[in-house]
């Protein structure tokens, strides 16, 4: 299995317009690093903790490729929106019969923006808009619905997180596109 490691966090600044930045939803849920290696999936968050037995709803990432890494978040939708305190209170479940009923009643979504690793093969020295598009292909070739592509918009970045945060999200992330 590899080893798990940090994922890039985000850092605060003002809406913007740019033509070399993609911007998309802040997903207000737990941060999640996800690997699949020869039949075998694991979970991991920011603090590299294992997450795989919290998530059993999660199991079909064994089947991706092996060797592929995604990088997340896990939200708890309700109206369409992600429910923060819900997700944290899922999240905090350490007995495998709760998760289990939880599981099945409210189901995680995991919101993916990134592909690190694909079939054995680091995307990190890739630019973001190839490694998004990797991501892509992935998902719409898996078909999971609880696997989710996280879509955005490039140039209109404040337009886009005014409508955002109007819409009830919590904000706006801007990633370079050609950034590593």
């Known amino acids: 299995m590899m ?8 850092v605060r600044g003002e809406p913007f317009d740019s033509a070399e930045f993609l911007f998309e939803v802040k997903w207000n849920g737990v941060r999640a690093l996800a690997a699949s290696n020869a039949g075998h999936w694991q979970l991991w968050g920011r603090d590299l903790t294992d997450y795989t037995l919290r998530y059993p709803e999660l199991s079909m990432l064994s089947r991706l490729a092996s060797g592929t890494v995604l990088d997340g978040e896990l939200v708890l939708l309700r109206h369409g929106l992600p429910d923060l ?44 808009s190839v490694r998004r598009q990797v ?46």
Do not use: W
């Open 85 to 128: 305190e819900a997700i944290l209170a899922r999240h905090q479940l350490v007995s495998t019969a709760r998760i289990r009923q939880r599981c099945q009643v409210e189901p995680v979504t995991y919101v993916l923006f990134d592909a690190l690793y694909a079939n054995g093969r680091s995307m990190l020295a890739e630019p973001l």
């Open 3 to 10: 080893a798990p490691f940090l994922p890039m966090l985000a």
């Open 135 to 180: 991501l892509q292909d992935l998902l719409e070739s898996f078909d999971q619905p609880r696997l989710v592509f996280s879509a955005g918009i490039i140039e209109r970045g404040s337009a886009y997180f005014e409508q955002a945060v109007a819409q009830g999200q919590e904000g706006v992330m801007a990633k370079h596109l050609g950034s590593p």
